[in-house]
T-cell receptor
């Protein structure tokens, strides 16, 4: 069973802090990973994709991938109350036909 | 259109009835996906279309679920003899092509409630 594991949280951070969201996966054959943000009652919104080992930065967001450890993370710098949401980690299956999602981590940023 | 469009936004149906959920993907996107999301869970894959054909239907839970995409654009997810356990948000996503590196974008979902 190919799985993506995330701590459900909630993860609480003060405004301006760095939020660190983590994800592990079981399928060594997967090459592509995605972070989606989902506000309550809304659909998932793609915020980052990462395919290679190392870091990928986009504004306040940095995705990190370590294929040897089967670990993906998302760092949010200067966290804002508007970042409060559930963050879903997903990996593409080897055929590239589906995304396998974790259950999501709920982030709460307090002002 | 600008984004993935799903209709209806909400659907309430009685147990045993038939329902159809519609998805209009982003213009030019050849790949289309259906997912189902229950409360507190991540989206669960149902089916993937590349063009008109269902290239991967391994996520369909049973033969009550069926999806079509006859002209390679709009897709319809069909659920026969609905059960209360089918209640969930049904999400449609589309992407430019296929392959692991393809980024998928979701519609706003259809919330299905079976009473």
């Amino acid at each position: 069973q190919k799985e993506v594991e995330q701590n459900s949280g909630p993860l609480s951070v003060p405004e301006g802090a760095i939020a660190s969201l983590n994800c592990t996966y079981s399928d060594r054959g997967s090459q592509s990973f995605f972070w989606y943000r989902q506000y309550s009652g809304k659909s998932p919104e793609l915020i980052m994709s990462i395919y290679s080992n190392g870091d990928k930065e986009d504004g306040r967001f940095t995705a990190q991938l370590n294929k040897a450890s089967q670990y993906v993370s998302l760092l949010i710098r200067d966290s804002q109350p508007s970042d409060s949401a559930t963050y879903l980690c997903a990996m593409a299956n080897q055929a590239g036909t589906a995304l396998i999602f974790g259950k999501g981590t709920t982030l709460s940023v307090s002002s | 259109g600008a984004g993935v469009s799903q209709t209806p936004s909400n659907k309430v149906t009685e147990k045993g009835k038939y329902v159809e959920l519609r998805c209009d993907p982003i213009s030019g996107h050849t790949a289309l996906y259906w997912y189902r999301q229950s409360l507190g869970q991540g989206p669960e894959f149902l089916i993937y279309f590349q063009g008109t054909g269902a290239a991967d239907d391994s996520g369909l839970p049973n033969d009550r679920f069926f999806a079509v995409r006859p002209e390679g654009s709009v897709s319809t997810l069909k659920i026969q003899r609905t059960e209360r356990g089918d209640s969930a948000v049904y999400l449609c996503a589309s992407s430019l092509g296929r392959g692991q590196n393809t980024e998928a974008f979701f519609g706003q979902g259809t919330r299905l409630t079976v009473v």
